[in-house]
């Protein structure tokens, strides 16, 4: 996954198991490699099992569930209020599953000075709607710059205040009925974000801490679908949440689709079953990718860079994994498009919400 470029111009952009995080520093060439030969094995192995994976997935269906990730930052930078977003999210599209991040250097802008007053109305907000949440907490959460270090941060500091804020966190809303589970860090090992280099142990020492302070929440960590192995955050994790894209943009090669059927995403899931207690989409692609980094201003041209049609393709995609739970990417999107009479994927994602509901 390269810089997805979602706002207008000026954003920088249940049971539990003791495991142990095992994963290497990863470089982009290596991540490039390893996307082509899992790639070209996947289909190998595709055209062996293909029938019997169809038929998993045919059965699976039944119990798929939509959510999506909500951050509030980018409602309030797109010019739109949160709150009134975040109830249409719940009251209009019918969503019932949110991932929201915390960003550690908003709660926590003064060393040891904590306002959790945002946070705290989302999750009640949930809880009095029958929403169940996914906090993701930790540096690396979800929106750009990715990784949301408050500014009095150093290295030096870093270790014992992030384990300090997580210990904050938990304590606060480890009972709270709206939590579902916590998700460690996004995509911890993926290069991307303006973030620093990757720090095995140090997640390690996250996965533990909100373990030792929450042993009955569920912990999920993520990855990309594509492009990433999947089997050591799983073997780290009671839920594995993997992306999902279908086309990315490559400095190097331009506009990229990737080839992956949706039975490599079962099959993948199926062979981190014995380590996992569920795998879920946790970021399927619903909005634009705007190669210039540049997005237009004109409400027709933001439209077309991500149609209702491809919303639709994209879903339907997602739905033949089997996987259970599928978090759209970019309910924010939809909803300053809608603001500005433009309803078409607002209205599209309602309808699949439906559809999905009457099945």
Not at 7 to 36: D, E, N, Q, T
Not at 58 to 71: L, Y
Not at 191 to 211: K, M, S, Y
Not at 237 to 247: E, H, K, T
Request: charged share 25%; net charge negative; hydrophobic share 40%.
């Amino acid at each position: 996954k390269l810089q997805f470029v979602l706002l207008k111009v000026g954003w920088p952009s249940c049971g539990k198991r003791k495991k142990k995080f095992s994963v290497m520093r990863i470089s982009r060439r290596i991540l490039f490699r390893g996307a082509v030969t899992l790639t070209l094995a996947a289909c190998v192995f595709f055209a062996l099992s293909l029938s019997s994976a169809r038929t998993v997935l045919q059965t699976a269906r039944s119990t798929q569930e939509f959510g999506v990730t909500f951050s509030p930052n980018l409602v309030r930078y797109n010019g739109n209020d949160p709150q009134k977003a975040f109830a249409a999210v719940i009251d209009d599209l019918g969503i019932r599953k949110i991932r929201i991040p915390v960003y550690w250097d908003d709660v926590e802008s003064t060393p040891g000075v904590y306002n959790f007053s945002d946070v705290d109305w989302y999750m009640d907000a949930a809880r009095e709607h029958g929403a169940m949440v996914t906090l993701a907490i930790g540096v690396k959460v979800p929106r750009w710059p990715e990784c949301h270090e408050p500014s009095w941060v150093t290295d030096e500091r870093k270790h014992d205040a992030l384990l300090r804020y997580l210990d904050i966190v938990v304590a606060r809303y480890k009972d709270h009925s709206a939590l579902l589970r916590w998700q460690v860090e996004n995509e911890p090992f993926f290069p991307f974000g303006d973030c620093p280099a990757p720090d095995v142990a140090l997640l390690n020492e996250e996965i533990a801490r909100v373990r030792a302070d929450d042993p009955y929440t569920p912990i999920q960590l993520t990855v990309s679908g594509e492009q990433e192995p999947w089997a050591a955050s799983a073997d780290s994790a009671d839920v594995l949440g993997v992306s999902m894209y279908r086309f990315s943009w490559s400095s190097l090669f331009g506009l990229v689709t990737f080839p992956h059927p949706p039975e490599f995403y079962a099959l993948q899931a199926a062979s981190v079953a014995n380590d996992v207690d569920r795998v879920v989409i946790s970021e399927l692609q619903a909005e634009p990718w705007f190669s210039d980094g540049v997005v237009p201003v004109d409400v027709a041209e933001r439209y077309a860079g991500f149609t209702v049609e491809r919303l639709h393709e994209h879903i339907a995609f997602a739905r033949r994994t089997g996987l259970p739970e599928i978090y759209l990417w970019g309910v924010e999107w939809w909803y300053d498009l809608a603001q500005e009479g433009e309803t078409r994927l607002w209205d599209g994602v309602r309808e699949e919400v439906k559809k999905m509901r009457n099945e």
